[in-house]
């Protein structure tokens, strides 16, 4: 009574901090008769806080064992070598603490911290002690004892360090590592290992106790620790393991051992096979040998562990669970050791009273049904193995019923099928064996079908690899005598997973079995087997495929790609043509001729244009064929023609080398053959719809492409009559139309909408084509022509397609395309979201401008240049909501970390510059495009709710008198919408201006500076020069409405330079005025005056108008000193006499030619015999001793003319006899050699 007074008032000064593991206690534990009768009497003694009254809610019940349970996975054990060496450096961390005051703390809490503080000083004693005197059940404390074993396991829970005042009694947080895999771990010798497993409350149990301990001991030996020296600690035994006397802890020192993946070592505490008849010891024998299989495979351990199976199979001690082990390897083993003592085994097994192989089976099939939730797909596909080997050495027995199995083997099939719905649903292989791959280096590597590319959680099967199961199936026999109405689904999912797999022909005498009951099912299995063939036959994959794991080094240039033969493709095409005749001879609807043409598609080469043999050779005759197959191969043909075949990069990348006006002449005749296609099934079917619509998209995108390809007068006379083909074909949908709204369809009208705004596909339309405002209100008027609720329904669906396929349209166009299309659909209620877009669009442009203003007044000459402002003008709302638009003023691909918000970068002062310069270059010279800094900010426009951010300066000259105004520039403006971005044009009004005059009127210009630099540096010429330098704020005027000429001594003989340019665009000042620069060069020679006196003055240019700043230099050597306007010159300017000097030099030149002459004539002796001793005949004839010597001659001997192309011809001769293999001439390399060395010499 007294211990239980004490414990509850211990528990009452700790209950707010258990209150929560009571609570779960509570829930998750039901109380037993001890603890009901023990809190029975708790509740008997008055608590201190409250008076001595009835309680109307009942205390939670407390257990010290469950508590403790409850503590110990969160206590924090730090065995860290960091940690033990900080401990083992505070020496009298205990006298200080002493003096700490501590908080009481619960019987359960210190039962915890002394377990912990026993386990960091390996106070293994005190560790035992714990487990078997603190719990009151064993079963609580083995618990207790297997929780400690997994906190070990793993990297300790670290205790945070901030820092809190020493009186605080608030602990740190604790957490778990951040890094688990290289977090530091504890640190356990293997002799505290033995330690530890002493401490166990009970025996160690070999399916949990054994295994944790094990994995402790293989971290532990890997840290180090020599294996012999364990095994020597073991030898001599502890309480629990080892020793040499108990047969039992040798046992548990072989388990452990084995554990710990030293099977070598394992067998020093076995006994022999034949010394031992207990059950349990066999079975570790028999998994010991296996472990030393695993290690190094030999025939003798297999046998061995047959042998011990066998042994625990045949004991009548053995208990059902091991047998049931034991069967499970005894199955595994059998197809692995001598072929006859395996097979006569399990034949045995099912013959007699075929007691054993019900066992088997039952066995092995209970096993593999009720693992189908184990996360590991290994040891799954392991069961299903040994499931088809048992049942397989059951079928192949033919003196025995097999009827009387078919229960058991319908449930052993069950388990597969199981296995396989769940793998075709989740697995993401696509090969039934390892397959061999290269990546984009040439480097190859083999692809395995069992690896997975998507992670699954732990707690989660993984998946088998589909090709594994397929390997473990069950086969025809087995089948037969499952269920009648399984049958079908067995068929069906072997035809499934060989297509999953990439194995069509595999999979295609299951399609057949299914076709014939299942037509349904058939069908959709053989349009995926067509699909899955097209793929495995397709020339244009890219069959490439990185290992994501690794690769090796070295690059393989021809594994690039390989040019497909035409051989090749005729064998795809004609086995395709057989495939597609078995399938049209399954008892089975039509296949889907869109998926058909998919398949021809597929496996003819991209680079290639469809031939009309190879198009019969697979679908037959035209007039015979379907008027649906022909639309659909049509179309795929179209389709190519305007995209992949015209693509020069297509024929470079299929290695075709075909040039531009080669490629043009494939793709006329491929729309010749296509519109002679649909002409031939037209005539055969005249009022199918289709056809006609297919040609009429056929002729629209051919006038495109030609005119394209050359500008052509018909062209508008052409497409005029397309137009008229796209009515016919929409005339004949109306007639042939019916009340069936399965096989409405709007695909005519589209395409006619689509041929209206330029192209026959969304994905076709410029903005170079010109829309056609008439064939929309034809559009529209044929939709009326349907019958009412026809023309509803088919209203509604092209409205509610206006939105739907925005995304396929070009930014550039959307509000194009918007436009014209609510010029058909109306107010329609399916166009809604169209026209929200539209509006969004129009909203757009409306809330920004273009604005161009002339840089001062608009007459502007024709000889002089002037600028114009471009600015976008804007209201505040729009600027706030877009973000601003100062990335207009940025070349975004030239930044490595640009971003555009959902948009493809762009170089946006480029396109600008780009666009202006097309626009105005017919009629001016476009002499720069200057922009504004990307940080400018906009300012008032001068209207409430308005802002400007000034953007451009354009320099311009008009090149004509006639040029009477500026045409519109544009800018694109990109925003977001539902479809992806938008592009909208905003572009200016146009300006007038007056270029007549030869010098149009003087622009502003503010804080001019004027530099005038004199250089003497040439005076010895007779010239003097002088550098004139002038910039401003705005353009800074030509030269003579700058200075005036003083003519005093000097005359000026030419000027130079004078070209403006722009450093920058001022956003301080009010008009974003541009910062000019003009230099000049003027040269300036003496006057008749100015020779006749020794010393001269000179006097800089006058200033003509008002300037900020004038500054007058001169050079004195390299550096620029100031001086006055008026300056005496230092140089004298009298032109030097060369005419002494000119004799002299010439004088030089001839005495040096003829010693030269007469040296070169006596080196040519010496060098003549030097060369005739140069030019051998080799002594090793060879092609390339031959062209060695024939190079040699060419390039030291100065042959005439004739004789040069001669031996040209003889070393051109010899490369094409030896490295060109289509030559089949014959040369005499020796007689080569010898007539051109008698030449040489």
Same mark, same amino acid.
């Given at each position: 009574?007294?211990?239980?007074?004490?414990?509850?008032?211990?528990?009452?000064?700790?209950?707010?901090?258990?209150?929560?593991?009571?609570?779960?206690?509570?829930?998750?534990?039901?109380?037993?008769?001890?603890?009901?009768?023990?809190?029975?009497?708790?509740?008997?003694?008055? =608590?201190?806080?409250?008076?001595?009254?009835?309680?109307?809610?009942?205390?939670?019940?407390?257990?010290?064992?469950?508590?403790?349970?409850?503590?110990?996975?969160?206590?924090?054990?730090?065995?860290?070598?960091?940690?033990?060496?900080?401990?083992?450096?505070?020496?009298?961390?205990?006298?200080?603490?002493?003096?700490?005051?501590?908080?009481?703390?619960?019987?359960?809490?210190?039962?915890?911290?002394?377990?912990?503080?026993?386990?960091?000083? @390996?106070?293994?004693?005190?560790?035992?002690?714990?487990?078997?005197?603190?719990?009151?059940?064993?079963?609580?404390?083995?618990?207790?004892?297997?929780? #400690?074993?997994?906190?070990?396991?793993?990297?300790?829970?670290?205790?945070?360090?901030?820092?809190?005042?020493?009186?605080?009694?608030?602990?740190?947080?604790?957490?778990? *590592?951040?890094?688990?895999?290289?977090?530091?771990?504890?640190?356990?010798?293997?002799?505290?290992?033995?330690?530890?497993?002493?401490?166990?409350?009970?025996?160690?149990?070999?399916?949990?106790?054994?295994?944790?301990?094990?994995?402790?001991?293989?971290?532990?030996? @890997?840290?180090?620790?020599? *294996?012999?020296?364990?095994?020597?600690?073991?030898?001599?035994?502890?309480?629990?393991?080892?020793?040499?006397?108990?047969?039992?802890?040798?046992?548990?020192?072989?388990?452990?051992?084995?554990?710990?993946?030293?099977?070598?070592?394992?067998?020093?505490?076995?006994?022999?096979?034949?010394?031992?008849?207990?059950?349990?010891?066999?079975?570790?024998?028999?998994?010991?040998?296996?472990?030393?299989?695993?290690?190094?495979?030999?025939? &003798?351990?297999?046998?061995?562990?047959?042998?011990?199976?066998?042994?625990?199979?045949?004991?009548?001690?053995?208990?059902?669970?091991?047998?049931?082990?034991?069967?499970?390897?005894?199955?595994?083993?059998?197809?692995?050791?001598?072929?006859?003592?395996?097979?006569?085994?399990?034949?045995?097994?099912?013959?007699?009273?075929?007691?054993?192989?019900?066992?088997?089976? =039952?066995?092995?099939?209970?096993?593999?049904?009720?693992?189908?939730?184990?996360?590991?797909?290994?040891?799954?596909?392991?069961?299903?193995?040994?499931?088809? %080997?048992?049942?397989?050495?059951?079928?192949?027995?033919?003196? !025995?019923? $097999?009827?009387?199995?078919?229960?058991?083997?319908?449930?052993?099939?069950?388990?597969?099928?199981?296995?396989?719905?769940?793998?075709?649903?989740?697995?993401?292989?696509?090969?039934?064996?390892?397959?061999?791959?290269?990546?984009?280096?040439?480097?190859?590597?083999?692809?395995?079908?069992?690896?997975?590319?998507?992670?699954?959680?732990?707690?989660?099967?993984?998946?088998?690899?589909? &090709?594994?199961?397929?390997?473990?199936?069950?086969?025809?026999?087995?089948?037969?005598?499952?269920? %009648?109405?399984?049958?079908?689904?067995?068929?069906?999912?072997?035809?499934?997973?060989?297509?999953?797999?990439?194995?069509?022909?595999?999979?295609?005498?299951?399609?057949?079995?299914?076709?014939?009951?299942?037509?349904?099912?058939?069908?959709?299995?053989?349009?995926?087997?067509?699909?899955?063939?097209?793929?495995?036959?397709?020339?244009?994959?890219?069959?490439?495929?990185?290992?994501?794991?690794?690769?090796?080094?070295?690059?393989?240039?021809?594994?690039?790609?390989?040019?497909?033969?035409?051989?090749?493709?005729?064998? @795809?095409?004609?086995?395709?043509?057989?495939?597609?005749?078995?399938?049209?001879?399954?008892?089975?609807?039509?296949?889907?001729?869109?998926?058909?043409?998919?398949?021809?598609?597929?496996?003819?080469?991209?680079?290639?244009?469809?031939?009309?043999?190879?198009?019969?050779?697979?679908?037959?005759?035209?007039?015979?064929?379907?008027?649906?197959?022909?639309?659909?191969?049509?179309?795929?043909?179209?389709?190519?023609?305007?995209?992949?075949?015209?693509?020069?990069?297509?024929?470079?990348?299929?290695?075709?080398?075909?040039?531009? +006006?080669?490629? #043009?002449?494939?793709?006329?005749?491929?729309?010749?053959?296509?519109?002679?296609?649909?002409?031939?099934?037209?005539?055969?079917?005249?009022?199918?719809?289709?056809?006609?619509?297919?040609?009429?998209? #056929?002729?629209?995108?051919?006038?495109?492409?030609?005119?394209?390809?050359?500008?052509?007068?018909?062209?508008?006379?052409?497409?005029?009559?397309?137009?008229?083909?796209?009515?016919?074909?929409?005339?004949?949908?109306?007639?042939?139309?019916?009340?069936?709204?399965?096989?409405?369809?709007?695909?005519?009208?589209?395409?006619?909408?689509?041929?209206?705004?330029?192209?026959?596909? #969304?994905?076709?339309?410029?903005? %170079?084509?010109?829309?056609?405002?008439?064939?929309?209100?034809?559009?529209?008027?044929?939709?009326?022509?349907?019958?009412?609720?026809?023309?509803?329904?088919?209203?509604?669906?092209?409205?509610?397609?206006?939105?739907?396929?925005?995304?396929?349209?070009?930014?550039?166009?959307?509000?194009?395309?918007?436009?014209?299309?609510?010029?058909?659909?109306?107010?329609? +209620?399916?166009?809604?979201?169209?026209?929200?877009?539209?509006?969004?669009?129009?909203?757009?442009?409306?809330?920004?401008?273009?604005?161009?203003?002339?840089?001062?007044?608009?007459?502007?000459?024709?000889?002089?240049?002037?600028?114009?402002?471009?600015?976008?003008? $804007?209201?505040?709302?729009?600027?706030?909501?877009?973000?601003?638009?100062?990335?207009?003023?940025?070349?975004?691909?030239?930044?490595?970390?640009?971003?555009?918000?959902?948009?493809?970068?762009?170089?946006?002062?480029?396109?600008?510059?780009?666009?202006?310069? =097309?626009?105005?270059?017919?009629?001016?010279?476009?002499?720069?495009?200057?922009?504004?800094?990307?940080?400018?900010?906009?300012?008032?426009?001068?209207?409430?709710?308005?802002?400007?951010?000034?953007?451009?300066?354009?320099?311009?000259?008009?090149?004509?008198?006639?040029?009477?105004?500026?045409?519109?520039?544009? !800018?694109?403006?990109?925003?977001?919408?539902?479809?992806?971005?938008?592009?909208?044009?905003?572009?200016?009004?146009?300006?007038?201006?007056?270029?007549?005059?030869?010098?149009?009127?003087?622009?502003?210009?503010?804080?001019?500076?004027?530099?005038?630099?004199?250089?003497?540096?040439?005076?010895?010429?007779?010239?003097?020069?002088?550098?004139?330098?002038?910039?401003?704020?705005?353009?800074?005027?030509?030269?003579?409405?700058?200075?005036?000429?003083?003519?005093?001594?000097?005359?000026?003989?030419?000027?130079?330079?004078?070209?403006?340019?722009?450093?920058?665009?001022?956003?301080?000042?009010?008009?974003?005025?541009?910062?000019?620069?003009?230099?000049?060069?003027?040269?300036?020679?003496?006057?008749?005056? &100015?020779?006749?006196?020794?010393?001269?003055?000179? @006097?800089?240019?006058?200033?003509?108008?008002?300037?900020?700043?004038?500054?007058?230099?001169?050079? +004195?050597?390299?550096?620029?000193?100031?001086?006055?306007?008026?300056?005496?010159?230092?140089?004298?300017?009298?032109?030097?006499?060369?005419?002494?000097?000119?004799?002299?030099?010439?004088?030089?030149?001839?005495? &040096?030619?003829?010693?030269?002459?007469?040296?070169?004539?006596?080196?040519?002796?010496?060098?003549?015999?030097?060369?005739?001793?140069?030019?051998?005949?080799?002594?090793?004839?060879?092609?390339?001793?031959?062209?060695?010597?024939?190079?040699?001659?060419?390039?030291?001997?100065?042959?005439?003319? +004739?004789?040069?192309?001669?031996?040209?011809? =003889?070393?051109?001769?010899?490369?094409?006899?030896?490295?060109?293999?289509?030559?089949?001439?014959?040369?005499?390399?020796?007689?080569?050699?010898?007539?051109?060395?008698?030449?040489?010499?």
């Amino acid at each position: 009574m007294k211990r239980l007074l004490f414990t509850n008032i211990a528990l009452q000064l700790s209950f707010s901090s258990v209150l929560f593991a009571q609570a779960r206690i509570v829930k998750e534990i039901p109380p037993s008769e001890d603890k009901k009768n023990l809190q029975s009497n708790i509740n008997k003694i008055p =608590s201190k806080n409250t008076p001595t009254v009835t309680e109307k809610k009942a205390t939670p019940p407390t257990d010290l064992d469950t508590l403790i349970l409850a503590k110990l996975p969160k206590v924090l054990i730090d065995r860290r070598p960091s940690s033990l060496l900080r401990n083992l450096g505070k020496i009298d961390q205990d006298k200080k603490e002493e003096g700490n005051t501590k908080q009481p703390k619960s019987p359960a809490d210190l039962a915890i911290e002394s377990l912990a503080e026993n386990i960091i000083k @390996s106070n293994w004693s005190g560790v035992a002690d714990f487990f078997s005197s603190q719990f009151k059940k064993t079963d609580n404390a083995n618990k207790a004892y297997l929780s #400690l074993l997994d906190t070990l396991a793993l990297p300790p829970r670290i205790r945070s360090t901030r820092t809190i005042p020493s009186s605080s009694p608030v602990p740190g947080k604790v957490s778990p *590592p951040r890094n688990m895999a290289y977090a530091e771990k504890h640190l356990l010798s293997p002799t505290d290992i033995l330690y530890l497993g002493d401490a166990c409350p009970i025996d160690l149990d070999e399916k949990t106790t054994i295994p944790k301990l094990g994995r402790l001991l293989k971290t532990a030996l @890997s840290r180090g620790h020599f *294996p012999d020296t364990f095994v020597s600690l073991l030898e001599k035994g502890t309480k629990k393991i080892g020793g040499s006397a108990d047969s039992k802890k040798r046992i548990t020192a072989a388990r452990l051992l084995l554990s710990a993946g030293l099977a070598t070592e394992a067998g020093k505490f076995l006994p022999g096979i034949d010394e031992s008849d207990d059950p349990d010891e066999l079975d570790i024998i028999a998994n010991y040998h296996l472990a030393l299989h695993s290690k190094e495979p030999k025939e &003798g351990h297999l046998v061995s562990a047959w042998k011990a199976t066998q042994l625990v199979l045949a004991n009548p001690k053995t208990v059902q669970k091991s047998k049931e082990s034991a069967l499970e390897r005894a199955v595994d083993l059998a197809p692995k050791i001598e072929e006859e003592k395996g097979a006569q085994w399990l034949s045995a097994s099912f013959t007699g009273d075929a007691k054993l192989g019900r066992e088997v089976l =039952s066995t092995i099939g209970a096993l593999t049904s009720s693992g189908r939730s184990e996360p590991s797909s290994s040891a799954r596909l392991r069961r299903l193995t040994l499931q088809k %080997t048992a049942t397989e050495s059951l079928l192949n027995i033919s003196e !025995i019923n $097999h009827n009387e199995w078919s229960e058991i083997l319908n449930i052993l099939a069950l388990n597969w099928l199981s296995e396989a719905s769940y793998s075709y649903q989740r697995d993401k292989s696509k090969t039934s064996s390892p397959r061999m791959r290269w990546d984009q280096y040439g480097n190859m590597y083999y692809e395995n079908p069992k690896v997975t590319s998507v992670a699954t959680p732990s707690n989660v099967p993984g998946p088998i690899a589909s &090709g594994e199961l397929l390997k473990v199936r069950p086969n025809e026999n087995w089948i037969r005598l499952i269920d %009648t109405d399984l049958q079908p689904q067995f068929s069906t999912l072997y035809a499934q997973l060989f297509l999953k797999v990439n194995e069509p022909e595999e999979a295609f005498p299951y399609i057949q079995k299914i076709s014939t009951d299942y037509p349904e099912t058939g069908k959709r299995l053989a349009e995926e087997f067509l699909r899955v063939w097209a793929d495995n036959n397709d020339p244009n994959a890219n069959r490439n495929r990185t290992y994501r794991y690794g690769y090796m080094y070295g690059y393989n240039q021809r594994a690039n790609s390989i040019p497909l033969t035409r051989s090749k493709q005729e064998r @795809s095409l004609t086995e395709l043509a057989k495939w597609v005749s078995k399938l049209q001879s399954l008892p089975i609807d039509e296949i889907n001729q869109d998926k058909l043409a998919e398949a021809f598609t597929k496996i003819h080469s991209r680079a290639e244009v469809y031939k009309m043999t190879a198009i019969t050779k697979v679908f037959g005759s035209f007039e015979k064929m379907s008027p649906k197959t022909v639309a659909a191969l049509a179309n795929t043909m179209r389709v190519n023609l305007a995209t992949v075949w015209r693509d020069p990069k297509t024929q470079q990348d299929a290695k075709t080398k075909r040039k531009d +006006d080669e490629i #043009l002449a494939e793709v006329i005749t491929g729309y010749e053959d296509v519109d002679k296609i649909l002409e031939n099934s037209i005539k055969a079917n005249p009022d199918n719809w289709r056809l006609h619509l297919r040609r009429a998209c #056929l002729a629209l995108d051919k006038i495109n492409f030609q005119q394209e390809a050359e500008k052509s007068s018909t062209y508008t006379i052409d497409r005029k009559n397309s137009y008229e083909m796209f009515s016919k074909a929409t005339e004949l949908y109306i007639s042939a139309s019916s009340e069936n709204v399965e096989e409405e369809t709007t695909e005519a009208f589209e395409h006619w909408f689509y041929a209206a705004l330029g192209a026959s596909d #969304l994905g076709a339309l410029r903005e %170079t084509q010109v829309p056609a405002p008439r064939q929309i209100d034809k559009i529209k008027t044929a939709l009326s022509e349907l019958p009412d609720k026809s023309a509803e329904r088919h209203l509604a669906r092209f409205a509610n397609a206006l939105a739907a396929r925005i995304s396929s349209v070009k930014p550039e166009l959307k509000q194009r395309y918007l436009r014209h299309g609510l010029s058909i659909a109306g107010d329609h +209620d399916k166009a809604s979201e169209a026209k929200k877009l539209f509006n969004y669009y129009n909203d757009l442009t409306n809330e920004i401008q273009l604005v161009a203003r002339i840089d001062g007044s608009s007459t502007v000459g024709h000889e002089s240049p002037f600028g114009v402002f471009v600015d976008i003008r $804007h209201t505040k709302e729009i600027e706030r909501e877009s973000g601003g638009f100062s990335k207009y003023l940025t070349n975004q691909n030239n930044s490595s970390y640009a971003y555009n918000y959902g948009r493809p970068t762009q170089n946006y002062r480029e396109k600008f510059e780009d666009i202006t310069r =097309s626009a105005l270059s017919e009629h001016f010279d476009v002499m720069s495009v200057t922009f504004h800094d990307s940080k400018v900010t906009s300012r008032g426009a001068g209207q409430e709710g308005w802002r400007i951010t000034p953007y451009a300066y354009v320099l311009l000259k008009s090149r004509t008198p006639e040029v009477d105004k500026i045409p519109s520039m544009q !800018i694109d403006l990109d925003f977001l919408d539902t479809g992806g971005y938008v592009i909208l044009p905003i572009a200016t009004a146009q300006i007038p201006i007056d270029s007549k005059p030869k010098m149009g009127d003087p622009r502003p210009a503010e804080n001019l500076k004027i530099v005038q630099i004199l250089d003497e540096r040439e005076a010895d010429k007779g010239l003097l020069k002088v550098e004139v330098k002038a910039s401003s704020n705005g353009l800074v005027p030509n030269l003579n409405q700058l200075l005036k000429p003083s003519f005093d001594h000097f005359t000026r003989t030419d000027e130079s330079g004078g070209e403006i340019s722009i450093a920058r665009l001022d956003a301080e000042s009010k008009s974003g005025s541009p910062i000019t620069e003009r230099n000049w060069t003027l040269t300036f020679a003496k006057t008749e005056k &100015g020779k006749s006196e020794s010393a001269l003055s000179f @006097s800089f240019p006058e200033q003509v108008t008002e300037t900020q700043e004038m500054l007058f230099q001169r050079y +004195d050597d390299a550096d620029l000193v100031a001086t006055s306007q008026t300056l005496q010159l230092e140089q004298r300017y009298v032109k030097k006499n060369s005419k002494w000097i000119g004799l002299a030099l010439l004088f030089v030149l001839i005495a &040096g030619a003829i010693t030269l002459k007469l040296k070169r004539k006596r080196l040519a002796n010496s060098e003549s015999n030097e060369k005739i001793a140069a030019f051998n005949v080799p002594n090793e004839i060879t092609p390339f001793s031959v062209l060695r010597l024939l190079r040699k001659i060419h390039a030291e001997k100065g042959f005439s003319e +004739d004789i040069q192309s001669q031996l040209d011809e =003889s070393i051109a001769s010899v490369e094409r006899q030896y490295f060109d293999r289509e030559n089949e001439q014959t040369l005499s390399l020796k007689d080569i050699a010898e007539e051109w060395v008698n030449r040489a010499v």
